[in-house]
C-alpha cells in the first residue's frame, strides 16, 4: 500500500511535550469536514 499525500517531518530539535500538552494543542484545532466551497481542511 503506496501514500498519495505522506507528509514526513523531521525534528531536528528535542521537543519536550508531555500527554496533557499534546490533548490541549490538538483539541484547539479539531477535525471537521470540508464545507460545500472548501476544496480541503486541516486540523
Same mark, same amino acid.
Given at each position: 500500500?503506496?501514500?498519495? =499525500? /505522506? @507528509? +514526513?517531518?523531521? @525534528?531536528?530539535? =528535542? +521537543?519536550? @511535550?508531555?500527554?496533557?500538552? /499534546?490533548? %490541549?494543542? @490538538? %483539541?484547539?484545532?479539531? %477535525?471537521?469536514?470540508? %464545507?460545500?466551497?472548501?476544496?480541503?481542511?486541516?486540523?
Amino acid at each position: 500500500m503506496w501514500f498519495r =499525500n /505522506l @507528509l +514526513v517531518y523531521r @525534528l531536528t530539535q =528535542n +521537543v519536550a @511535550l508531555d500527554a496533557e500538552t /499534546l490533548e %490541549a494543542a @490538538l %483539541a484547539a484545532k479539531p %477535525a471537521r469536514p470540508c %464545507a460545500s466551497q472548501e476544496l480541503s481542511t486541516y486540523g
